[in-house]
Structures are given as C-alpha cells and as structure tokens.
C-alpha cells in the first residue's frame, strides 16, 4: 500500500475549494453562487413562481458551491436547505449544524443568511421557507419536496448541466484525485490479493483528498465476465481485475473504470475492448455542441450495431451526462418524450458514457465539454494509454504486469 497522495490542487482538504469561497486561479464560490441564484430567480419568473425551494443534496450542493458536506450521506434530504425568492436568498438549517456551517464556510460572502430552527420540529423547515420567502407553498417551485407546489426537478437538472467557471475547476480537480486513487490502487494488486483490499485502498486514497465513493466496484476472473456490476467479496484475484469508481466531493460527480491483468487478454476480449473503444468514440464524436442528447444516444445505439453487437446496448446501462448526479438522466430509444432527448449538448457539461459486452469488456471517463472540443478529466496520470480512432484523447488501455499471473 502507499502513503498519502498528493491530491491535484496540491494540498487535500475537506473539500475542494478555499473555505473562505476563493480560489487561487481565480474561480470562486461566491460568483458561482450568484450565477446560480440568477438561473434560479428567472426559472422562478419564467414559471410564474413566486421562490424556489431546494432540499435534495445534489440541488442544495449546486445551490452553495458544495458548502454542506453530508453528516449523513445516504439522506435524500439535505440538512440545509436553499430558499431563494426576487428578494431573499437563505440557508435554512438545523440549530444543531448552524455553527458548522458558519465555522467551516462563509455564507454571507456568497449573499446567504443563515436561518436556523430546531432539530426536533419536523414542520420547521418548511414553515420558515415560506414564511421567509413570504408565499404560499403552492406558489413555490422545488427539486420535488411534496410539501410545494410545483416540481422544478427536470428544469433544474437542465440548468445546473452547464457549470460555472468554478464548478469545471472542482471537476478537473476531483477527476485528477480520483484517477491517482484508481490508479494506486490498482497498482497495489499482485495475483491472490483480493478484491475487497484493492477497493479499501481505492476509497482510502480517495477519502484522503475531502472525497467520497459513491460507487466502488471490484472484482476480478471470472466474476468480470459474468457481472455487469461485480461486487468485491473478500475473494484474491489471480488473472484480471476491474475497478469501477463513482466519486463526489463539494457535490460533483466524476466516474472511472481501468483494468490491470496478469496477462494480455485473449484474442476474442481484446476484440470486445477494441469495439466498446469505438462504441464510445463514436457517441463522444457526436456530443459536440448544437448536437442533443437524443442524437448522441441514437448514434451510440448504431455504433453497438457497427461492431456486431446491435442489440447489446440493452444489456447495461450506458451513461450519459454527469455532474451533481451521478447520472444527470439516461436516455435509450424509446424515451423520445423525455424533455432531454432534445436538450442541445452546451460548453460546460459533463459527460460519462459507459459502453459494456459480455465477457468483462467496459470503457468509462468523465469528460467536460469545451468550445475547442472535450477534454477528459479522469485522463490516466501514470497508466498505459493506447490510441483509439476518432477518440478525443489518448485512452486508457490495460496493465499488464507480464510473468505474475496463475492461480496457486
């Protein structure tokens, strides 16, 4: 195992901005704050509403620049809400988490006042929204809380995709610290060691740079070719593994997947590698912008039918756009109703296709797209990479640690 990482920023924090809401290249929380009130003060007018109230993590996490890290992560509901209205913008929070916020951000430089009631009043939070933002629940839009009128939740999706200056620097850090946990940990597997021991490493790499792993998955032999999604069991590898990683820290997400083998795969898997390198070329070829979501899902149901596999894209779930979601939506053919088969692919947005076949063969990055073209933020730090036709950049291909392989 290895010693504590040099996270990418240079320093590992509890989280990935300055507390105080600056950044030393400039981006900082306090901007995207305001940029992020103004989208929400026109959704508000554009749908007739008198305030928006957000209570999920993801949206109060885009709300705040990432200001509130989870006490417990697995809550759908935030311990800090987001109120805003044409005349207020409020955190309302519990009397319990007040100081935290206060001590470890700074919610005034970013416009917020701070609104605490108790802990053990479960209408509390509810009752401070609208009275603070002086109307009637049913005139108050949200990220789907039952108790106000009028679910904003695919709207909101759409407007938090394009991220602010600042949010594109948390991702470009978070993907670096994220590819050297992969990476080390993956490195740190000789044959027999087991799954569960590669994963723990991953998370502890990842962990020590304010991050968290909201999907880890590791396995290795036979288990990779027979599970679209392997769990690690505690089982010693011997031949091949794979490591999946869904990270977020100050509320964004970034995914990765590598490989790392005893042994060059055999002939039919290194074909399978080769036609989900295509498959995922192809759709990023296709995610420039002006381009929408539909066309892109369209295109990478025919590359799937371009290698010989036409129906294999039914078999796993293939991606898309990522950033405060995990997965901001899916698309498949079929869900041309859905209000983001027409959504246009603009400067700022995240993608993370993940194209699949049988038999252990998967390629997943998380790529920021520009106005010069996309740019890869988990691209491989000190990995082997290959080249791929018509793909963006340089892909991560498999490690092979030649002569270490057989069971025992």
Not at 10 to 23: H, I, L, N, V, W
Not at 148 to 174: H, I, N, P
Not at 349 to 359: E, F, I, T, V
Request: charged share 25%.
């Amino acid at each position: 195992m290895t010693d504590r990482p040099t996270p990418a920023s240079g320093r590992a924090t509890a989280g990935d901005e300055e507390m105080g809401g600056g950044r030393r290249d400039g981006a900082s929380r306090p901007e995207h704050v305001r940029q992020v009130v103004g989208r929400l003060r026109r959704l508000a007018e554009q749908r007739g509403l008198e305030g928006i109230v957000l209570s999920g993590p993801a949206a109060v996490a885009w709300a705040t620049g990432g200001m509130n890290t989870a006490i417990d992560r697995a809550l759908p509901v935030d311990m800090v809400w987001v109120a805003i209205s044409e005349g207020a913008q409020l955190l309302v929070t519990t009397e319990v988490e007040q100081p935290r916020i206060l001590a470890d951000s700074d919610p005034a430089a970013a416009g917020f006042s701070v609104v605490a009631v108790p802990w053990y009043d479960r209408e509390a939070f509810v009752a401070t929204c609208v009275a603070r933002l002086e109307a009637p629940p049913a005139k108050l839009g949200s990220d789907g809380h039952p108790a106000f009128g009028v679910d904003l939740s695919d709207d909101l999706v759409m407007s938090r995709m394009a991220l602010t200056d600042f949010g594109q620097e948390t991702l470009r850090r978070l993907g670096r610290d994220t590819t050297h946990a992969l990476e080390v940990a993956l490195k740190s597997w000789r044959p027999g060691v087991t799954d569960r021991e590669v994963q723990a490493e991953m998370v502890r790499q990842l962990e020590l740079t304010g991050a968290e792993a909201v999907v880890a998955l590791v396995a290795g032999d036979e288990r990779v070719g027979e599970l679209r999604h392997p769990l690690a069991l505690g089982l010693p590898v011997y031949e091949r593994m794979m490591a999946v990683i869904v990270s977020r820290r100050s509320g964004l997400n970034v995914a990765a997947t590598r490989f790392v083998a005893a042994k060059p795969a055999s002939t039919e898997l290194a074909e399978r590698f080769r036609a989900v390198r295509q498959i995922e070329a192809a759709v990023l070829r296709a995610c420039s912008p002006g381009a929408t979501y539909g066309e892109a899902t369209s295109r990478l149901v025919e590359a799937y039918a371009e290698v010989g596999h036409p129906e294999a894209w039914r078999e796993h779930w293939q991606g898309g756009p990522i950033g405060y979601g995990t997965r901001e939506f899916e698309l498949a053919p079929g869900f041309e109703q859905s209000a983001f088969w027409s959504l246009e692919v603009a400067p700022g947005q995240a993608l993370a296709w993940n194209p699949s076949l049988s038999g252990g063969a998967k390629v997943e990055d998380t790529f920021l797209v520009t106005t010069e073209g996309l740019r890869c933020v988990t691209s491989p730090i000190d990995w082997p990479t290959e080249q791929v036709e018509g793909s963006p950049e340089p892909r991560a291909a498999v490690l092979v640690r030649a002569g270490e392989g057989g069971r025992r």
